[in-house]
Every structure is written in structure tokens, then in C-alpha cells.
């Protein structure tokens, strides 16, 4: 007995063997343990140091706070920034206060999904990216277009949980706190009202199996997404504290909006009214009967009840996205060139003729890269190997010689 207790009660080593062996009321600890011990300890408060919110100290910006760096990387849209940030403050709180709470709390605050509308090309993922990057969060992005009831060709929803998970590099808890991205949830929408004897398994299939999603449940994910199959090993992830956003360009959505509008405005005061509406921009009056009527189940709409929209980019918005952001695309351009020791610059009449070109194909924001990228093509091509010239400056001129280029040479392949 007394030899046993002249040994380390953690790595079993004799007193010979140590340094320093220190007994307690029933153990004994040695120097080599104790160093062990303190090492872990110091990762451990500095892993609570630099993530708190791992425990439930929470530390999130309030919403003028969110809004203002999101000023700082999107132009414009500011209904759809406010709107955002306090559903995301609020979010966070909801989980600050799920980690606090008590046997006495009696209220408990359900989780505000949120869903975006807005045309192609108008920041959708870009505002959901922007926010994961600020709260530095897991981030996951989930094309709804692949998603098709289990048992099907396609998808199944838990694999939006696997993308998270590998975002989070398999951390469980790190995801269990992150934000999904759902795009093209308008590609889901339920093909018709009427019944039918075939079975819509893209469409209303996938709006069922996202419910549990949505509301917050306990889900069994395959870890390489995928098909799930019985002996596969799974991960469980609680999705109660996972805050997910949807964006879909819901084409043709302004027509239903303007059938309801019109249909609600009767007698007297309906020129009035009509007048007052504007019809470039019918997406601000979106309402819940909205999405349903496009096709969006009554279950789905109400587990995305944060709705906000976002407005068609002008000329003003295109120009200011060209120049202003802090990743502003001029700015990429720059820099790309400036690897190669090469200084870039461009004419404001430039910006404004690549602007005008980018309304005329109404492809929003994206629109403007694909011109950038076809008017600076040739001259990515020659300047680097160059030894001659290293400067350009993007006129007008130029900028027009260089698409019309690409436009001639489409018209010789047809």
C-alpha cells in the first residue's frame, strides 16, 4: 500500500523516476503531470478567450453597428440592411439567452428565419456573406435547385448540414451557431395547386423535408453529404440555434403582386391609389400571400416570417458599386495589375458607358464583372509580359473598341 502511493496517481511513475512528487489526501501528482496539466489549461482559457461565445457570452454588434459595416461592402439596399441587422441581433440574443436561461424563465424567444427577394444580381448572397464574416460564424451556402425528397435522384436537405459542418471543419458546436444560405428557394415552389397523380419531388417534396429544418430539430447528417443509407455513420446537429436566410429571384412575383393591388383597390379613391403605386419596383409591397401564391407551402412561409426585399439597381447604385465598396471592382482590377507592377486607371466616362451596358443586359451587379472581364481581357493578356508599357488608362474609347470586339466575333460564329 505504501508503495503504490509513492507513485504518480495520473502517469503511474515511482518517485525515482521524477522530480517532484507531490501527495495529496488520496492521489499523488508529479512535476511532469502538473506541466501537462497547466498546458492544457492555458488552451483552454485561450480558446475561451478567443471564442466566448462558445459558453454563451455572446459579444454581438447592435443592429446600427451590423448595418454600418454592411454599408462598407453592399451599396444601397438600406431597407433590406436594417432589416437584416436586427434579425440577426435579435437572433444572437435568442441564443445568448438559451444558453442563460433558468428553470424561472417561462419565456422563450422562437428563432426569426429570414427570407430575401430580390432580381438576380442584387446582393442576396452578398448581404448573407457579408453577415457570417462579420459575426465570424460557420457560413454555408445551399443551392435549393439540387434538393429532391429522399429516395429520389438529387439531394437530400440534411446535405445543406453537411456543407455547414465541413465549414465549421466538423466542429459541432461551431455549427450549431452558424448561418445557412439557401438560394433559388423560388426554384422549390409547388408546380401547381391543382392535383396531380405524379409526385412533385423537387418542389413541395423539398418544402415538407425543410420544415424540421427550419424549425429547429435534431437531424442526423451524413458527414460527406449526400445520400443517406442505414450503415452509414452519422453526425447529430440541433438546428434550434442555426439561423437561416432564403433567396430566390421569384420571377414573375411582381405580376401576382400587382393583380393583388389592383384587386384590393376598389371604388372611389382606386385612380388615386393606382397612381401612387410604383410600377418599377412592385417587390417593396411583398406580403406573406405573396410567396403563396407563387407557390411557397402556407408551413415554409411561416417558418421564414423576417421578409424583406431588394431593390432593382439603378444607374447611380451600378456606379457606386464600381468604385465605393471596400472590394469594389476597380479595386480587384488594381490590384491584379499592380501584382504585375503595373498601374491601372479608369476614365469616369469608361465606368459610366460599362455601367449603361450592364443595364442594357439586365443582369444587375454581375453584369458589371463580365464586362470589366471582357473589357480588360487583351490587356491581362499582353501588359504582363510586356516590357514596354506599364500603365493603362480604361477611356470610353478603349472600353467600346474592346466590346465591340467580343460582339463582332459572336456575330461570326452565328
Known amino acids: 500500500m505504501a508503495r503504490n502511493n509513492d507513485k504518480c496517481s495520473f502517469c503511474g511513475r515511482s518517485k525515482e523516476e521524477v522530480n517532484i512528487l507531490i501527495a495529496g489526501i488520496d492521489a499523488h501528482i508529479c512535476d511532469y503531470c502538473i506541466n501537462q496539466a497547466k498546458l492544457i489549461v492555458d488552451e483552454e482559457l485561450l480558446a475561451l478567450r478567443e471564442n466566448p461565445d462558445l459558453f454563451g457570452e455572446f459579444e454581438i454588434l447592435k443592429p446600427a453597428e451590423i448595418k454600418r459595416y454592411l454599408d462598407q461592402y453592399v451599396i444601397g439596399q438600406d431597407e433590406a440592411k436594417k432589416v437584416l441587422s436586427v434579425a440577426v441581433y435579435n437572433h444572437y440574443k435568442r441564443v445568448a439567452q438559451y444558453h442563460y436561461s433558468t428553470e ?8 426569426s428565419n429570414i427570407i430575401i427577394v430580390g432580381e438576380t444580381g442584387t446582393g442576396k448572397t ?27 435522384v438529387g439531394e437530400d436537405v440534411e446535405s445543406i448540414l453537411s456543407r455547414l459542418l465541413q465549414a465549421a471543419n466538423y466542429d459541432v458546436k461551431s455549427a450549431e451557431r452558424g448561418i445557412v444560405f439557401i438560394d ?15 409526385r412533385d419531388v423537387s418542389g413541395e417534396g423539398v418544402q415538407q423535408a425543410l420544415l424540421k429544418l427550419l424549425e429547429g430539430a435534431v437531424i442526423n447528417v451524413p458527414p460527406q453529404g449526400g445520400r443517406k443509407h ?14 437561416f436566410i432564403a433567396g430566390g429571384a421569384f420571377d414573375g412575383l411582381d405580376k401576382k403582386i400587382a393583380s393583388r393591388m389592383r384587386s384590393n383597390v376598389v371604388g372611389y379613391a382606386a385612380t388615386k391609389n393606382r397612381e401612387s403605386i410604383d410600377r418599377n419596383n412592385l417587390l417593396q409591397y411583398i406580403a406573406p400571400q405573396d410567396l403563396k401564391s407563387f407557390g411557397l407551402i402556407p408551413e415554409i412561409v411561416g417558418r421564414l416570417p ?3 426585399y431588394l431593390n432593382p439597381l439603378d444607374k447611380e447604385a451600378l456606379t457606386r458599386i464600381l468604385t465605393e465598396p471596400k472590394n469594389a471592382l476597380t479595386k480587384q482590377f488594381i490590384k491584379l495589375f499592380q501584382m504585375d507592377d503595373i498601374g491601372l486607371s479608369f476614365d469616369k466616362k469608361a465606368l459610366e458607358y460599362i455601367v449603361d451596358k450592364s443595364i442594357e443586359f439586365k443582369l ?3 453584369g458589371l464583372r463580365s464586362l ?23 477611356t470610353k474609347s478603349y472600353a467600346e473598341k474592346q466590346l465591340s470586339k467580343i460582339a463582332a466575333a459572336k456575330l461570326k460564329v452565328a
Open 104 to 111: 424561472d424563465d417561462d419565456v422563450e424567444i422562437e428563432k
Open 126 to 152: 452578398l448581404l448573407a456573406r457579408t453577415i457570417a464574416r462579420m459575426l465570424k460564424v460557420p457560413f454555408a451556402i445551399a443551392d435549393a435547385t439540387v434538393l429532391t425528397e429522399a429516395g429520389y
Open 184 to 198: 433559388e428557394i423560388d426554384k422549390i415552389a409547388r408546380k401547381s395547386d391543382n392535383p396531380s397523380i405524379t
Open 230 to 243: 442505414p450503415e452509414q455513420k452519422m453526425i447529430q446537429v440541433n438546428t434550434q440555434n442555426i439561423l
Open 306 to 308: 423576417v421578409l424583406t
Open 364 to 366: 444587375g451587379a454581375r
Open 372 to 394: 470589366m472581364e471582357a473589357v480588360l481581357t487583351d490587356a491581362m493578356f499582353e501588359m504582363p509580359g510586356s516590357k514596354e508599357k506599364k500603365s493603362l488608362k480604361i
